[in-house]
């Protein structure tokens, strides 16, 4: 990670998010810079999920504050949201719509239709090898094509913030490359990559920063080597992983 400023772009303080009788989210702390690329690691039904979907706006703590690019979830909501961008594990996309049209559609609503938005919108089409099938249907693309496309219209509008959940899922090892590349790409241009993940080799080869939640709770986070440190006898981050959250099931 090369950061230009300490600036902090996620906020999370004191964050629980309640479900009926449910406690998904408890007492998450944490804060992503600019310029990190950040792996969010946890067991299925940890609250990986939740939690992006309160740093996305999608969801509202049922206690603490989430901040995005300065900007309070609670108070201003829509400018914390406009930090944003999302890829989902699964892409949905208008099937009657080529990507080409798809793309100019997202510029649109994000109000970017000039010149450069449009110049910028074919630089990604290049980036991620879209051109191909650009003027096709998406009805007819496989998931590769389709996170593709997601991707790309993700960056249009230059977020401050990208958050990932699960972006490796039902990707060809040519299709990783490019979202490995570009995620590495974002964070070096200043924004903030906030990764959800169960590839742990993921982590280990682009992350920054990696943590690892458990039951709702925060239970490790730092650097590679950070981990490295605290994991007897040189234990790899899978048996490290397994260790910290033994009592769920993976």
Known sequence: MTLASTETLIHLDSVSKVYGSKLAVDQLT??????????FLGPNGAGKTTSIKLITGLLRPTKGYV?????????????ARRQVSFVPD????????????FLEFTRKIYGIDGPESRAYQEELIDTFEIGDFADDLIESYSHGMRQRVVFASALLHRPRVLV????????????????KDQMK???LRGSAVFMSTHTLSIAEEIADRIAIIRRGKLVKCGTLEELQRDRPGGMTLEDYFLQVTAEDEI
């Open 67 to 79: 901040w995005v690019a300065g900007h309070s979830m609670a108070g201003n909501s829509v400018e």
């Open 30 to 39: 944490l804060q992503v810079q600019a310029g990190e690329v950040f792996a």
């Open 164 to 179: 990932l959940d699960e972006p490796m899922v039902g990707l060809d090892p040519k299709s990783m490359r490019i979202a």
């Open 185 to 187: 790409a974002t964070a």
């Open 90 to 101: 699964q892409p949905h996309l208008y099937e009657k719509l080529t990507a080409r049209d």
